[in-house]
């Protein structure tokens, strides 16, 4: 059984402005894998696959600085959404229901992200989460974790708070 411990994050200045700058450079990933998506359906009725978005992943890392400056796993993962958001779509049209294309993310409508794997992209230390390419962050663990953690996710709410949502 899955279950979520959510727990409040206490970012410095510095680590509020990179955190701010990952969930952007998410936001524009998401929205350009969404338009490439969608340019080679409507162009040539081909389903650019997860992997081969990876793949353009990885040669736009080499380019691109501000791609270059997010954890590797984080930026597959917002592919991954992309991939879920059409399946779904594609899956709704199939059942007869309502579809609902997938959206571009406008400035303040991308809220999260997720680090899917432990040890290398984040881990607990004391009263400190720390972050591949963010650095430690004050966190207020007010219980203990049970169970294996599988996946961290980081989210603004839209008081402008942060906080670290384990997937266990």
Same mark, same amino acid.
């Given at each position: 059984?899955? =279950?979520?411990?959510?727990?409040?994050?206490?970012? @410095?200045?510095?680590?509020?402005?990179?955190?701010?700058? @990952?969930?952007?450079?998410?936001?524009? +990933?998401? #929205?350009? /894998?969404? /338009?490439?998506?969608?340019?080679?359906?409507?162009?040539?009725?081909? #389903?650019? @696959?997860?992997?081969?978005?990876?793949?353009?992943? =990885?040669? #736009?890392?080499?380019?691109?600085?501000?791609? %270059? /400056?997010? *954890?590797?796993?984080? +930026?597959?993962?917002? +592919?991954?959404?992309?991939?879920?958001?059409?399946? #779904?779509?594609?899956?709704?049209? %199939?059942?007869?229901?309502?579809?609902?294309?997938?959206?571009?993310?406008?400035?303040?409508? *991308?809220?999260?992200?997720?680090?899917?794997? /432990?040890?290398?992209?984040?881990?607990?230390?004391? =009263?400190?989460?720390?972050?591949?390419?963010?650095?430690?962050?004050?966190?207020? %663990?007010?219980?203990?974790?049970?169970?294996?953690?599988?996946?961290?996710?980081?989210?603004?709410?839209? @008081?402008?708070?942060?906080?670290?949502?384990?997937?266990?």
């Amino acid at each position: 059984m899955r =279950s979520a411990y959510k727990f409040r994050l206490y970012p @410095t200045e510095d680590q509020i402005k990179k955190l701010e700058e @990952t969930l952007e450079t998410c936001r524009q +990933l998401y #929205n350009d /894998a969404l /338009a490439a998506k969608k340019e080679a359906w409507e162009d040539d009725r081909y #389903n650019l @696959t997860y992997y081969e978005m990876a793949r353009q992943l =990885s040669a #736009n890392r080499k380019k691109n600085q501000a791609l %270059k /400056a997010v *954890y590797a796993h984080v +930026l597959q993962d917002v +592919l991954r959404r992309v991939d879920k958001a059409f399946q #779904n779509f594609f899956r709704r049209v %199939k059942n007869g229901e309502t579809p609902g294309y997938p959206r571009f993310k406008g400035r303040g409508w *991308y809220k999260s992200f997720t680090y899917p794997d /432990a040890g290398t992209g984040y881990k607990i230390e004391g =009263s400190k989460l720390i972050l591949s390419g963010i650095g430690a962050i004050r966190i207020f %663990k007010h219980r203990e974790i049970e169970g294996k953690i599988k996946t961290c996710t980081i989210k603004r709410d839209s @008081t402008g708070a942060w906080y670290a949502i384990f997937s266990v």
